[in-house]
């Protein structure tokens, strides 16, 4: 799928679901909660984290597209898998992708332009000139090769004992086509770590992974289909969805704890692993409606900023909170919202701080002490 930053903002016009990161000429796109009705078109879900030249609109690093885990969504059901597959072995660290600044190699997270993880992939990619003039080679030539950095400092579940960089994948960056399993023998000819790889059927990498520990699971790759981009599913071991996600049955989560989950990013494994369907409707739906409301406030707080401190700020913030009560009060039995937290936030945004997380946390505990609260 060829795209450019044009069309990418074009498909999120006044989605709130989605966000835009700028730094210097580079425009990155990314989701900002992962959860399946979040990705309702082939274009969204390529933007998690694709990188564009802001002044060319051209991709200039292109990680993963979004794909689902096993039983996730109606393509990866595990019935319609019955073939022989390549899988290549999940690990459980942080996803980088390269972009090129002044000819210097630069590392990017899916969210994000510099922290602490991309310093400590740096730091590897210096260290390694093999790795590091590979990749210069890639983005030189159009291709965005993707990283998995697994590293103790960063431990996620599974505890690794050093820092490694490796290559899960290369994207060409025009048509987003994948390469690695073309490329395999000359990429390990030249030293190039790869993820394992297990080629077969699913029933058997289900045995193979059912009592293995230490081990989060393997993506399945299927390349019969190849538009808009082919098959991809995350298969976890039981070990690692144990270990990973503590929770009570999803028919029995309360609202507060859901949202919680949602904030986190974990949603799409607790609806994987329920084989209930009509649950699985009634619980997205429900949280359809608690981050609709979510993201309406985030958006009034970023309104609400832009005449902070003014005298027209009360006036503003009076009306805007009662449009959206009245927006949303046939969806809740109870919506007191608490205006010194909406103040707060509008406070932290004009002064450049992470409302969205304050918000978040503020939003959570309103649900849980019911001042928010769903109609059943």
């Known amino acids: 799928m060829e795209l450019n ?28 909660y992962n959860a399946p009705f979040v990705f309702d078109s082939p274009l969204k879900r390529e933007l998690r984290g694709i990188t ?14 979004k794909f689902f885990n096993l039983n996730e969504v109606e393509e990866t059901k595990e019935e319609r898998l019955r073939g022989e597959y390549i899988f290549r072995e999940k690990l459980d660290g942080t996803m980088l992708h390269p972009v090129l600044i002044n000819n210097k190699v630069k590392l990017l997270t899916q969210k994000g332009f510099s922290n602490p993880y991309t310093e ?20 030189n030539k159009g291709f965005t090769p993707i990283f998995e950095l697994i590293s103790p400092e960063f431990q996620l579940v599974i505890p690794y004992d050093k820092d490694e ?3 899960t994948e290369i994207r060409e960056n025009k048509s987003g086509r994948y390469y690695l399993e073309e490329w395999e023998n000359e990429i390990k000819e030249r030293g190039i770590k790869i993820p394992r790889k297990f080629y077969g059927r699913l029933k058997d990498l289900l045995k193979l992974i059912e009592n293995r520990e230490s ?22 071991s039981p070990w690692y969805v144990e270990h990973h996600y503590a929770f009570t049955y999803l028919n029995n989560i309360p609202d507060h704890k859901f949202f919680n989950i949602f904030l986190q990013g974990r949603v799409d494994d607790i609806f994987s692993r329920v084989t209930n369907e009509n649950l699985v409707r009634e619980k997205e739906e429900r949280l359809k409606k608690l981050t609709n409301l979510y993201t309406d406030l985030l958006s009034l ?10 005298s027209k700020f009360d006036e503003v913030f009076e009306r805007e909170v009662k449009k959206l009560r009245k927006k949303y009060g046939r ?15 509008v406070r932290i945004a004009k002064t450049g701080g992470k409302y969205e997380s304050y918000l978040g946390t503020k939003f959570y505990t309103m649900l849980k002490t019911k001042e928010i609260e769903l109609l059943k």
């Open 331 to 345: 969806d809740f039995s109870k919506l007191k919202i608490q205006e010194n937290y909406l103040k707060e936030a």
């Open 165 to 167: 960089l490796f290559l």
């Open 5 to 32: 930053l044009d069309r990418a903002l074009k498909e999120i016009e006044n989605n709130k679901y989605f966000k835009v990161l700028e730094r210097e000429n580079l425009t990155k796109v990314s989701y900002r």
């Open 120 to 139: 400590k992939g740096e730091e590897l990619l210096k260290k390694n000139d093999n790795l590091l003039n590979f990749t210069k080679e890639l983005l």
């Open 215 to 236: 081990i989060e699971g393997f993506v399945l790759k299927d390349f019969s289909k190849k538009e808009p981009f082919p098959l991809f599913v995350k298969v976890k």
């Open 52 to 65: 564009f030249d802001r002044k060319t609109g051209s991709v200039v690093s292109r990680p993963f597209h």
């Open 301 to 310: 707080v970023e309104k609400l900023s832009e005449v902070y401190g003014s």
